[in-house]
């Protein structure tokens, strides 16, 4: 899960230097729309953090592991909102 942050930290530094370059060039409608990505982007950073916080924590619980999968088997994916485009 470690290089899945990383991945997540690399598609965040793109999105962002999309977001600088329409700062840059005064391009509203781009700045608004980007601000979703970097929304969802924050809450995919924070979710793989959790996971390896939790894979550490419980490295030497025999059990960890298991209670860590039926966690993430409870997961539901919800779709994007509109993002008005």
């Avoid at 966690?71 to 539901?76: G, K, M, S, V």
Wanted: proline share 4%; glycine share 4%; charged share 25%.
């Amino acid at each position: 899960f470690e290089h899945v942050l990383e991945h997540e930290q690399h598609v965040t530094a793109l999105i962002n230097s999309l977001m600088d370059l329409a700062i840059e060039l005064k391009d509203h409608a781009t700045t608004s729309f980007l601000k979703w990505f970097i929304d969802e982007q924050v809450e995919e950073e924070a979710s793989a953090d959790e996971i390896i916080q939790s894979l550490k924590l419980n490295e030497n619980n025999p059990g960890g592991l298991f209670l860590i999968d039926k966690d993430l088997a409870q997961r539901t994916f919800l779709p994007p909102q509109d993002v008005g485009i």
